[in-house]
């Protein structure tokens, strides 16, 4: 289901960037100041390299947000990894506290 959700989304979204592209033709000049240089490109370039770029910019913004996240989840991961290892040496080596609750309930 949410793979024809995808593509679907996918296709309407190139329809209506091909539609804007189609409908936006016209030249438009750029000037790169300080440079004394200017480039004739399409606006539907312009428009959709300033999309483009943003998507970018907001997709670094969140990657560089969540490194805490990340951090944390590895040490995390690392602590999982420590306790099943010292869990399996005792249950391996037959203690009397593997398989008992450390926690008594009632």
Known sequence: MMRYLY????ILFAIVFACFAVSNRAP???EFWPL?????????????AVLLLGLLVGWFVAWVGSWAVRRDRRRYA???EELERDLGRL??????VAGKSLVSIG
């Open 78 to 80: 690392k602590r999982i």
């Open 28 to 30: 438009v000049d750029l």
């Open 7 to 10: 593509w679907g989304l996918t």
């Open 36 to 48: 004394p240089m200017a480039v004739s490109v399409p606006i539907y370039l312009v428009v959709l």
């Open 91 to 96: 249950h391996s080596a037959g203690s009397p």
